[in-house]
């Protein structure tokens, strides 16, 4: 079975830093893109950042470019995000998401929710003023 598992979620004050992690498991890792997202209440689910399978190229939402940096382990499955600077308007469930085939390209294109296959139950981040 495929399954995503987002962690490392929390309560922090503005300022502060977290890192999620997201472990892969069911399915190419190594041959998908993974991306995180992030969803506040009463909005739509946003793409925050991606890494490539290919060669680990990282791409950013202009949002988080600067604060958050992607990173994978491929031998254990994981994605992380470490998130820096937070903002209160960081607030939100983070969800890790996976697109499978893979790609080199690392771009806004590849930030759209509705083209990814798997995803995970999210953790929920608050940051508070």
């Known amino acids: 079975d495929v399954q995503l598992q987002a962690s490392g979620g929390g309560l922090v004050q503005a300022g502060g830093s977290l890192r999620l992690s997201c472990a892969a498991s069911g399915f190419a890792f190594d041959d998908s893109v993974m991306g995180w997202f992030r969803q506040a209440p009463g909005k739509e689910r946003e793409g925050v950042s991606l890494i490539s399978d290919r060669d680990g190229r990282t791409f950013y939402a202009d949002s988080v470019k600067g604060r958050f940096t992607i990173s994978s382990d491929n031998a254990k499955k994981l994605v992380y995000l470490q998130m820096s600077s937070l903002k209160p308007e960081d607030t939100a469930i983070y969800y890790c998401?996976?697109?499978?085939?893979?790609?080199?390209?690392?771009?806004?294109?590849?930030?759209?929710?509705?083209?990814?296959?798997?995803w995970g139950l999210g953790t929920l981040v608050t940051v508070s003023s």
């Open positions: 998401g996976a697109l499978r085939g893979g790609s080199s390209y690392a771009g806004p294109l590849l930030l759209d929710y509705l083209d990814y296959d798997y």
